[in-house]
């Protein structure tokens, strides 16, 4: 069965950094871009961060360009998004998603985490 | 950053009908336009990409149509089940974006 399991959320002070990870089961991790989308409360779906297969390439939204790190252990199965600089618009459900690609760029988001939650208080 | 917008934001339909969903893109984004579903308290599933292909396992009354700026989702024949918010989503460059989201519920 291919699963993405996330985890890492917590309850934060603004200012502050979290690690979320995300470890994937039943398919090829090494071979497939990897993204994670948040989504606010009641809000809508916001692309945060995607990586290629190889990890050598990374892509940012601008709300977190320069605070936010995604990067990805194809050794371990896992993908991260380190967040530092933490304000209150981070608070969200971090969804992790393989993309049905290597570049990233095709296919779409085809296997989907249930998400951990980032809460960021001020 | 491509900004995608949709229409409508909200749709009220009965089972049976048949539902057309509108998405646009600020720029040209050939054919790298993919849909989702959400339904509440679950993460989204992946229905079409490319613009027009279905994904697996996915049920036949949904299609997906267009290119360059502007899309459609269709869903034929309405099912109990596919009351839910669409989402879609372009890929041509980065930062990859979604639309707003258009919340289909019942009549």
């Known amino acids: 069965e291919v699963l993405l399991l996330e985890s890492g959320g917590d309850l934060v002070q603004s200012g502050g950094s979290l690690r979320l990870s995300c470890v994937a089961s039943?398919?090829?991790?090494?071979?497939?871009?990897m993204t994670w989308v948040r989504q606010g409360p009641g809000k809508g779906l916001e692309w945060v961060a995607g990586v290629r297969d190889s990890g050598l390439s990374a892509y940012y939204a601008d709300s977190v360009k320069g605070r936010f790190t995604i990067s990805r252990d194809n050794s371990k199965n896992t993908l991260y998004l380190q967040m530092n600089s933490l304000t209150a618009e981070d608070t969200a459900l971090y969804y992790c998603?393989?993309?049905?690609?290597?570049?990233?760029?095709?296919?779409?988001?085809?296997?989907w985490g249930q998400g951990t939650t980032v809460i960021v208080s001020s | 950053a491509i900004r995608m917008t949709q229409s409508p934001s909200s749709i009220s339909a009965s089972t049976g009908d048949r539902v057309t969903i509108t998405c646009r893109a600020s720029q040209d984004v050939s054919s790298y336009l993919a849909w989702y579903q959400q339904k509440p308290g679950e993460a989204p599933k992946l229905l079409i990409y490319?613009?027009?292909t279905l994904q697996s396992e996915v049920p036949s009354r949904f299609s997906g149509s267009g290119s360059g700026t502007d899309f459609t989702l269709t869903i034929s024949c309405l099912q109990s089940e596919d009351f839910a918010t669409y989402y879609c989503q372009q890929s041509y460059s980065y930062p990859q974006t979604f639309g707003p989201g258009t919340k289909v519920d019942i009549k």
């Open positions: 998603a393989k993309v049905s690609s290597s570049s990233g760029n095709t296919g779409g988001m085809d296997v």
């Open positions: 490319a613009a027009s």
């Open positions: 039943g398919f090829t991790f090494s071979s497939y871009a």
